[in-house]
């Protein structure tokens, strides 16, 4: 059974950073693309970041020079490092793996950033 779980989130100051994880059980991680996306309260949910099987990334521009994506196919583990984090970025982060048979999402980690 294919289970995504994130983790990282929390409170964090404007300016702060804060490190994502996305572990992946099952055996899909590897073959498959990994996306992070992001909802904010009242708003449609939106992708941040792509990575492929062969570690190319894509970001959405409101993102672009601050947020790193990577993967670590060995632990199963997709990473989503945010850096300069502004008010805007608050959110529930949620990673996701399509493998063209089925979308797999996780529960969700909440990421708030105030002073």
């Known amino acids: 059974q294919v289970q995504l779980v994130e983790s990282g989130g929390g409170l964090v100051q404007p300016g702060g950073s804060l490190r994502l994880s996305c572990t992946v059980s099952g055996s899909i991680f590897s073959t498959n693309d990994v996306r992070w996306y992001r909802q904010a309260p009242g708003k449609q949910r939106n992708m941040v970041a792509v990575?492929?099987?062969?570690?190319?990334?894509n970001y959405a521009d409101s993102v672009k020079g601050r947020f790193t994506i990577s993967r670590d196919n060995a632990k199963n583990t997709a990473y989503l490092q945010m850096n300069a984090l502004n008010a805007e970025d608050t959110a529930v982060y949620y990673c996701?793996?399509?493998?063209?048979?089925?979308?797999?999402w996780g529960q969700g980690t909440q990421v708030t950033v105030s002073s």
């Open positions: 990575i492929t099987t062969d570690g190319r990334t």
């Open positions: 996701t793996v399509d493998t063209g048979r089925g979308a797999y």
